[in-house]
């Protein structure tokens, strides 16, 4: 069974800190996804990482997949309060290439809360 | 605008109650899917499709009943099977291009509370 493991859960940092969240997961898998998650809202897919050592930036979030170690980070730089909300990783449950994406088991989420 | 719409926003229902909750996507997506999300936790998958008229089940698919009679349509019928029905459901649709990537689209999820 995959089993997806967030840490932190919470996170509260200052506005203008650095921060790392880490997704580990238990089987082989080729892919990961990151997502965001606003209070009381949808899903936004962030970040898709498609093999190891795939590495991607969108503004203050950069997203990373070491699949031999089977680990995933989403580091925050400069944080801001927009960036205040629930991110989620997910791993996909085959290894196909043409895994679909919605196969996938998510991690429990890092609630990130960034204060001035 | 192309995307995913859920209805309704927010659903009660009695005890014993069948429910459906409507999903419909005009991404000319194949595969979509329905998850159920509790407070503090993750999503965790009820049933998905990947083309029309097949469905399979997911992790936590008792109590739960889907059709796929339409590539834009996949409802879901929460049954009074259903012991503890109360969650956040979104469902989804994605791709998969030749290059490798997919994107996973959400809809804006149905709020059900049990009374």
């Known amino acids: 069974e995959l089993k997806v493991e967030q840490n932190p859960l919470f996170l509260s940092m200052q506005e203008g800190k650095n921060y790392t969240i880490y997704c580990n997961y238990s089987?082989?898998?080729?892919?990961l996804y990151w997502y965001r998650q606003d209070p009381g809202k949808s899903l936004e897919s962030l970040f898709v990482?498609?093999?190891?050592?795939a590495v991607k930036q969108e503004g203050r979030l950069m997203a990373s997949l070491d699949t031999k170690a089977r680990l995933s980070t989403l580091h925050i730089t400069a944080a801001v309060h927009d960036l205040s909300a629930t991110y989620f990783c997910?791993?996909?449950?085959?290894?196909?290439?043409?895994?679909?994406?919605?196969?996938?088991?998510f991690g429990d989420g890092t609630t990130l809360t960034v204060k001035p | 605008d192309g995307g995913i719409t859920q209805s309704p926003k927010y659903l009660f229902r009695k005890e014993g109650q069948n429910v459906t909750l409507s999903c419909e996507q005009n991404l000319n997506h194949d595969a979509m899917y329905w998850y159920r999300q509790d407070p503090g936790q993750g999503l965790r998958l009820i049933y998905y499709s990947q083309i029309v008229n097949d469905f399979q089940k997911g992790d936590i698919a008792e109590g739960y009943s889907v059709s796929r009679e339409k590539k834009e349509s996949f409802p879901l019928t929460v049954t009074s099977a259903q012991k503890n029905p109360t969650a956040f459901y979104l469902c989804?649709?994605?791709?998969?291009?030749?290059?490798?990537?997919?994107?996973?689209?959400f809809g804006p999820g149905t709020r059900l509370t049990v009374l």
């Open positions: 997910a791993v996909p449950l085959s290894k196909s290439y043409n895994t679909n994406a919605g196969k996938s088991t």
């Open positions: 089987t082989t898998s080729d892919r």
């Open positions: 989804a649709s994605s791709v998969e291009t030749g290059l490798g990537t997919d994107t996973q689209y």
């Open positions: 990482l498609l093999s190891n050592g």
